[in-house]
C-alpha cells in the first residue's frame, strides 16, 4: 500500500524461485508486477477478510467494450489494437444483451481461446476435429499446441496473417493475465519455455513436448549415430571392415537407405531443411547432419517468427521478463487455472456459499452436490461455464473462486418448482436453484439450463 516492498524480496524471488512454493510467487508477482490497485485487487481477492476493514479499497480504471458474438476473432484484432499498452482493465457486454462485467469478459476470453484455436487459421500442429457438430476445425493436440513450422521461403500475405494472429495471441494472454483472466487454450511446455525465452535450451528430448511419435523414430535414429561412431572409432576395424559394418547398421531391420528419407521436414515436405533438400537423401553418413536440422527446424528456425510475433505482442502489453519468476511448466496455471476441476463432496460443502434458503441440510443441495460429484471433466467444464463464464478453475481450484460459489433458493410464484430451470448471475458466481422434488428432475433442469443457457447474457 505504500510502496515500500523491499528490494531484495523479488530479488531472491527471481534468482532463487525454487526457494519459494508456486502460491507464494504467485502472489508476490502480482502484488510486485502491477500497480498499487491492480496489487491491492489481488490481495483482496486472495484475502477477502481484508477487505473488512474498509480503510482503503482499489481504483482500477476500465474500459467497457461492446462486441457482436458474430466474427469474433476480427473483433478482437480491433478491440486489443485499440486498447494497445492501456492499464484500464477491460470489460466486455455483447450486442443486444444486458449482461456486462465478469460472466460475460471471462466468457469473451474463452471464446476467443477456442477461436484461435481454428484449423483453417493454419496456427498449431495437430488433428483436425470436429466439436458439436459444427462445420468448424479445431486443432487438437494432447501434448499442448505449438506452432505449425512455416518455411523461409513462406509467402508474405501468408506469413502477415499468421504472424498476426500470433501477435494477437500475444496481447490476449498479457491482457488476461494483468486483469487475472483465465485463457482456455493448452499450450505445449515447448511454447512455454520459448516465452521465457529458453529457447537456446531446448534439445531433442524437448520433442516429446511437440510430437512423441516422432521423437520415438528420432531416438532410434540417435541410437544409429552412435553406433556409427563406435564402428568409425574401432581400431580393430579395417576401412573396408568398417565400410561393410556401417552399410550393415538398420532402423528396426530396415536398411536406412530403404526408409527413403531426404532432407524435407517430415510431415512437411514443403520445407527443405538445407538447400536441395528433397534431392539429398538420408544415409548413415549423413544422418547425424539429418537429425541436428531436424531438431532446428521444428524446435526453432520454422517456428521463430510466429514466436517473435507473439512475444511482440505480449511485450507491448506488459514486460515478458517479469514470467521470470515461474518455472515454463507452471505458466500454463498461471494463464489458464486449471482444467482438473475434480470436486468432492467435501470440498463442495467446505467452498460453496449457501444462503437465502438453502444450508448444508437442504435436500436440494445435497442433491446438487451428489451430481456435480458424478460429472465427467465435460461436464464439468460446462457447468463452470453456465455459472462464472468461463469453463476453468484459477490456480487452487474451487476454493480459489472469487467471488466464491454462492447457491440460493429460486423461489416460484406459486408454481411447481420442479417447472422451474435454474438461473445464474455469473458476475458474482451466483447459482439460483429451485428446490426440485427429486434429485432426477434436477438433473435434468440444470443439464437442459447449462446447455442452453450458454452465449447469451440476459436477466433472469
Same mark, same amino acid.
Given at each position: ?10 530479488? %531472491? ?11 507464494? $510467487? ?24 481484508? #477487505? ?6 482499489? #481504483? ?6 461492446? &462486441?457482436? $458474438? ?58 483436425? &476435429?470436429?466439436?458439436?457438430? !459444427? ?25 502477415? $496473417? ?9 496481447? %490476449? ?34 520433442? #516429446? ?8 523414430? &528420432? ?7 552412435? #553406433? ?19 552399410? !550393415? ?21 514443403? %520445407? ?27 524446435? *526453432? ?73 458424478? *460429472? ?32 440460493? $433458493? ?12 435454474? !438461473? &445464474? ?36
Amino acid at each position: 500500500m505504500t510502496g515500500n516492498v523491499p528490494s531484495w524480496l523479488s530479488q %531472491i524471488a527471481y534468482k532463487f524461485p525454487f526457494l519459494f512454493p508456486f502460491e507464494t $510467487r504467485h502472489l508476490l508477482f502480482y502484488v510486485n508486477s502491477f500497480d498499487r490497485d491492480r496489487a491491492l485487487q489481488r490481495l483482496f481477492d486472495t484475502f477477502p477478510s481484508l #477487505k473488512n476493514n474498509g480503510r482503503i479499497s482499489p #481504483k482500477l480504471d476500465k474500459r467497457k467494450k461492446t &462486441v457482436s $458474438r458474430d466474427s469474433l476473432l476480427k473483433q478482437a484484432e480491433s478491440l486489443f489494437k485499440d486498447l494497445g499498452n492501456s492499464k484500464a482493465m477491460l470489460e466486455i457486454q455483447y450486442k443486444n444483451e444486458v449482461g456486462t462485467g465478469l460472466g460475460p469478459t471471462l466468457e469473451f476470453y474463452a471464446l476467443i481461446s477456442k477461436e484461435l484455436q481454428r484449423a483453417d487459421l493454419d496456427m498449431w500442429r495437430g488433428e483436425k &476435429v470436429l466439436e458439436n457438430q !459444427s462445420s468448424v476445425n479445431y486443432i487438437y493436440n494432447p501434448l499442448g499446441l505449438y506452432p505449425v513450422p512455416l518455411p523461409r521461403n513462406t509467402k508474405t500475405q501468408l506469413l502477415t $496473417r499468421i504472424c498476426g494472429k500470433f501477435k494477437l495471441l500475444g496481447n %490476449i494472454f498479457a491482457k488476461a493475465l494483468m486483469d487475472s483472466r483465465l485463457l482456455d487454450i493448452p499450450l505445449s511446455l515447448a511454447f512455454y519455455k520459448w516465452m521465457l525465452n529458453e529457447e537456446c535450451y531446448l534439445t531433442v528430448s524437448d520433442l #516429446k513436448y511437440v510430437d512423441e511419435n516422432l521423437l520415438n523414430i &528420432v531416438t532410434k535414429l540417435e541410437h544409429l549415430v552412435v #553406433k556409427k561412431k563406435h564402428v568409425e572409432n574401432d581400431e580393430a576395424l579395417s576401412a573396408i571392415d568398417k565400410k561393410v559394418v556401417l552399410e !550393415s547398421l538398420t532402423y528396426d531391420g530396415c536398411p536406412l537407405d530403404d526408409l527413403n528419407l531426404d532432407f524435407t521436414l517430415p510431415g512437411y515436405a514443403h %520445407i527443405e531443411m538445407k538447400k536441395n533438400g528433397k534431392d539429398t537423401m538420408v544415409s548413415i553418413h549423413n544422418l547425424e547432419e539429418y537429425l541436428k536440422l531436424l531438431k532446428h527446424w521444428i524446435l *526453432y528456425e520454422g517456428v521463430q517468427l510466429q514466436m517473435k510475433a507473439f512475444r511482440d505482442g505480449f511485450e507491448s502489453v506488459f514486460p515478458l521478463n517479469h514470467l521470470k519468476i515461474f518455472y515454463p511448466d507452471e505458466l500454463e496455471l498461471l494463464f489458464c487455472g486449471t482444467d482438473k476441476n475434480q470436486w468432492d463432496m467435501e470440498s463442495l460443502m467446505a467452498c460453496c456459499r449457501l444462503d437465502h434458503g438453502y444450508d448444508s441440510e437442504s435436500q436440494a443441495i445435497k442433491f446438487l452436490f451428489e451430481i456435480l460429484c458424478s *460429472y465427467n471433466v465435460q461436464q464439468q467444464r460446462q457447468f463452470l461455464k453456465f455459472v462464472t463464464g468461463s469453463p476453468r478453475l484459477p490456480v487452487g481450484g474451487l476454493k480459489s473462486l472469487c467471488p466464491p460459489l454462492t447457491i440460493v $433458493r429460486k423461489t416460484s410464484d406459486g408454481s411447481d418448482s420442479d417447472s422451474y430451470l435454474p !438461473s &445464474v448471475m455469473t458476475c458474482v458466481n451466483y447459482l439460483k436453484l429451485p428446490a426440485y422434488s427429486t434429485r432426477e428432475i434436477m438433473r435434468t433442469k440444470l443439464e437442459l439450463a447449462i446447455s442452453e443457457g450458454q452465449h447469451s447474457f440476459h436477466l433472469s
